[in-house]
């Protein structure tokens, strides 16, 4: 997408020129038209041209001094809107006056130039100016109409109250959007992926204002360094150097700036309005890069603070201003966008992590600590004289059984997890309880209540998970022989409970929950409760389900 600002000014003081040549041919090709001395019309008309085609000069080479003298071209135009009425108005030039025209082109630059103030400003001035030619006429007791008087009135009151309209609506101006950047969550470090998007979006900045080079400097709120991307037609390079002298510039909120640094002056963007400043200090960064003559915008970003430097621009203007206000803006949502991306892939990137890791050390870990305690217990009972034959096909059965279910875990992790369908988690508990009770040599027992306990896939592996590891934790650590699992269901949650007759926990004030349980439950947004005592330990469970009512 390529388009050029700076066209206001040089629009208007063209369209002043046509009007100004327009007027001239008119009373040339019609001198009857001129009913108030024709040869003072004529050099007024002509005088008038000599000044549009100086002011037309004056908007292609200096932003500056086109933006000082606008108000008093505003003011000249109104002063030969006047005259032009009143050297060539008569009833018999009904549709010869250039009232409409001129009216027209002075509302019309004023709201594109400035603001709705301006625009009401300057329909009070053409109203009082009309009012006053009319009075002027009226005591030089010369022919006035009142009939056109009061319909001339009647238009420019009208063609105000739209432009008036339009320029209020408009406020300031349809902004120019930013393209979406290109996928860059890819294999590559932050750093690259942030190059690539900020080179994407100074290459836009570029086109967007006609400009040759755009660099943009970020003082990243926690690093000691300044990053700087500079773009011009070669592309977009990279820089980061130490604490600079701009790089107090960068932090401070400063407004959106065209400026010269030889002349020391500016033309500013404060709350919409623009205002002009000499005197005014140079720019760090633009000093830096050695730039004299640019546009500075702001840019703040969830990384740091920055900065926004445009120059070799085609067409410097005021209209410059706003567009790179909103494209700096535009910057700033997008490195935004482009860090919060980052985060929510990185925390989801640690949770898939720490779910693994919980999976692994509640199945694979605890069931290889039972398989040594059972080898050890096997070494015993066969140092006894027994036959091992029986234990041997038991933990054979209990290894093919695990392979089974880190072979689901695998498939589960390439596939995911099939949300939506539902398991009977009573029967699960069932099996699980008796592969338990062999695999630790301890008695189990399962207290359900009388109905069925339908629940999600998803959460019948999480229940599996923390009872394998509620039951392992009781053996290996409380030394106990029986552990008792009840499940539970009412309103809309799973009550969970885990008792065993072991040692329990040691008897201090602030006694360590059980990590991998824990951080299971705090995942799955259930509460977790532990009463020990030296009659064993009691852990309770509330899990969300709402499948339960």
């Not at 063609?159 to 309209?165: D, K, N, P, T, V």
């Not at 603070?305 to 067409?315: A, F, R």
Request: charged share 20%.
């Amino acid at each position: 997408m390529k388009r050029l600002t700076g066209q206001t000014s040089r629009i208007i003081a063209v369209g002043r020129g046509v009007l100004a040549v327009a007027f001239l041919f008119a009373l040339w090709i019609d001198p009857a038209v001129s009913m108030r001395e024709t040869h003072v019309t004529n050099l007024l008309i002509a005088i008038y041209l000599f000044w549009a085609t100086a002011l037309i000069v004056v908007a292609a080479k200096s932003w500056w001094f086109d933006y000082r003298l606008a108000p008093i071209a505003q003011g000249v135009d109104i002063a030969m809107f006047v005259t032009a009425i009143y050297l060539t108005e008569s009833p018999f030039s009904e549709f010869q006056s250039p009232f409409l025209a001129l009216a027209a082109f002075l509302l019309i630059s004023a709201m594109v130039r400035w603001n709705w103030k301006a625009t009401v400003i300057t329909a009070l001035l053409l109203l009082a100016a009309n009012l006053a030619l009319a009075a002027v006429l009226h005591y030089a007791q010369l022919e006035i109409t009142p009939f056109r008087l009061v319909r001339r009135i009647f238009y420019m009151l009208l063609l105000s109250g739209i432009l008036i309209w339009l320029s209020v609506s408009r406020g300031g101006g349809r902004p120019l959007l930013l393209a979406e950047p290109p996928a860059l969550l890819g294999t590559e470090k932050i750093s690259e992926r942030r190059a690539r998007l900020i080179g994407w979006l100074l290459q836009q900045v570029s086109s967007m204002l006609g400009a040759g080079k755009v660099a943009l400097a970020i003082a990243p709120s926690e690093e000691p360094w300044v990053e700087l991307w500079q773009s011009n037609a070669n592309g977009t390079a990279t820089v980061l150097r130490g604490p600079a002298k701009y790089a107090g510039d960068l932090t401070r909120q400063q407004p959106i700036r065209l400026f010269q640094q030889d002349k020391a002056r500016a033309l500013f963007l404060l709350n919409d309005e623009i205002v002009a400043a000499k005197g005014v200090a140079p720019s760090g960064l633009a000093a830096f890069l050695g730039v004299d003559e640019g546009v500075i915008a702001p840019v703040e970003s969830a990384i740091g603070s920055g900065q926004l430097l445009v120059w070799d621009m085609k067409m410097p203007s005021t209209d410059s201003l706003p567009v790179a206000g909103s494209l700096a803006r535009q910057i700033g949502n997008a490195l935004d966008r482009e860090e919060m991306a980052v985060l929510a892939r990185n925390a989801a990137e640690a949770g898939v992590r720490h779910a693994l890791a919980r999976d692994l050390h509640d199945s694979v870990a605890q069931f290889l600590a039972g398989t040594l305690f059972r080898l050890e217990a096997l070494r015993r009972w066969s140092r006894e004289g027994n036959d091992p034959e029986p234990e041997i096909d038991a933990i054979k059965s209990a290894l093919r059984r695990e392979q089974g279910q880190l072979r689901q875990l695998i498939d589960n992790l390439r596939k995911g997890k099939d949300t939506d369908r539902h398991t009977e988690i009573a029967d699960e508990l069932q099996d699980l309880m008796a592969e338990a009770g062999a695999h630790w040599h301890i008695e189990t027992r399962l207290l359900l209540p009388d109905g069925p306990l339908p629940v999600s896939v998803t959460l019948s592996h999480e229940i599996r998970q923390l009872v394998r590891e509620g039951v392992a934790n009781a053996v290996r650590h409380g030394k106990c022989r029986r552990v008792t699992v009840s499940l539970a269901a009412a309103d809309g949650q799973l009550q969970l409970g885990i008792h065993d007759d072991g040692t329990g926990f040691p008897a201090i004030s602030h006694a360590p929950r059980p990590r991998s349980i824990a951080e299971r439950v705090d995942a799955l947004g259930g509460t977790m409760h532990i009463h020990t005592s030296d009659a064993g330990t009691d852990l309770r469970i509330a899990l969300r389900s709402g499948d339960f009512e």
